[in-house]
């Protein structure tokens, strides 16, 4: 669930994190309602689609202000797709099971990379306004 300290006082990476956050959750939900494979594999590869999308938005963001740790937060990035696109590979092969627990990671990955390194970015451009 999106609370407000999770902020990077940005509307629009805001809306985007908020997003994340009902994909995340439809999926869970669908796990949950024992919803069919494909339906399952819809939502997955929806969400890669809009994390890419996301994804890109916010280190267009960073570049922006020239961003140090840009190409550290990029490499997060590209591991978290790269991880949730092996869940649907293996879930389109059969070779995964759809459980709460990557539902878990996914909701834990997010919390924790928009707490942690998210807020970085957000307090290097506090330090670039003030």
């Known amino acids: 669930m999106w609370t407000d300290d999770l902020s990077v006082n940005s509307a629009v990476i805001d809306n985007e994190h908020k997003r994340l956050f009902e994909l995340i959750d439809n999926f869970y939900k669908s796990i949950k309602d024992n919803s069919p494979k494909?339906?399952?594999e819809e939502l997955i590869i929806g969400l890669?689609?809009?994390t890419k999308t996301h994804f890109a938005n916010e280190e267009a963001h960073m570049r922006t202000m020239n961003?140090?740790?840009?190409?550290?937060h990029k490499e997060?990035?590209?591991?978290?797709?790269?991880k949730v696109t092996s869940y649907y590979d293996r879930l389109k092969s059969g070779k995964l099971?759809?459980?709460i627990e990557v539902?878990?990671?996914?909701?834990?990955?997010?919390?924790?990379?928009?707490?942690?390194?998210?807020?970085?970015?957000?307090?290097?451009?506090?330090?670039?306004?003030?």
């Open 67 to 72: 961003y140090p740790n840009l190409a550290a």
């Open 97 to 99: 099971i759809l459980s």
């Open 76 to 82: 997060l990035h590209v591991q978290f797709v790269d």
């Open 103 to 130: 539902t878990n990671f996914l909701k834990d990955w997010l919390v924790n990379h928009i707490k942690g390194s998210d807020q970085q970015y957000a307090a290097f451009e506090r330090t670039l306004k003030a």
């Open 48 to 50: 890669v689609n809009y």
């Open 38 to 40: 494909e339906r399952l």
